[in-house]
Structures are given as C-alpha cells and as structure tokens.
C-alpha cells in the first residue's frame, strides 16, 4: 500500500474538499484519500493507484491535478 501526495489546483472551499474526496475515493484500489485546501493537495493511500487515474478523477470533480 502505498501514500502519496498531489498538488491541485482550483480548491477554495469545503465544498471543493468533499468533490475531489469522492471522486478519487471511487478509483478501484484507493483506500483513503484526504484533499486539503488550505495546502491544495490531495492525499491519496491504497494498492496500484495511478497519477492518470487520480488525474481523471480529480479532473472530473472540475480541478486540475498539478504534474
């Protein structure tokens, strides 16, 4: 299992935390994930969880994952 850490951009409110939160959260094989906005990151725990995969997922919640 394994942690990481990915910068977004566009996260203002709370409402923004719970979007990103549930949509990465869907991504088969995560296990936890926590956004923050005041760091404007998201942190992402489980088993073969792929950048592209967070990427889409965050991209679908209307940010942008910052590579």
């Given amino acids: 299992m394994a942690t990481t850490t990915y910068?977004?951009?566009g996260m203002?409110?709370?409402h923004c935390k719970k979007a990103?939160?549930?949509e990465?959260?869907?991504i088969d094989g995560v296990t936890?994930?926590?956004a923050n906005?005041?760091?404007k990151n998201v942190?992402?725990?489980g088993d073969n969880v792929s950048e592209d995969a967070v990427a889409?997922?965050?991209e679908e919640a209307g940010y942008t994952l910052v590579k």
């Fill in 32 to 34: 936890a994930v926590e």
């Fill in 37 to 39: 906005v005041e760091a």
């Fill in 7 to 9: 910068k977004v951009e």
């Fill in 24 to 26: 990465v959260g869907a």
């Fill in 56 to 58: 889409t997922a965050v």
């Fill in 20 to 22: 990103v939160e549930e």
């Fill in 12 to 14: 203002t409110c709370g």
């Fill in 43 to 45: 942190t992402v725990t």
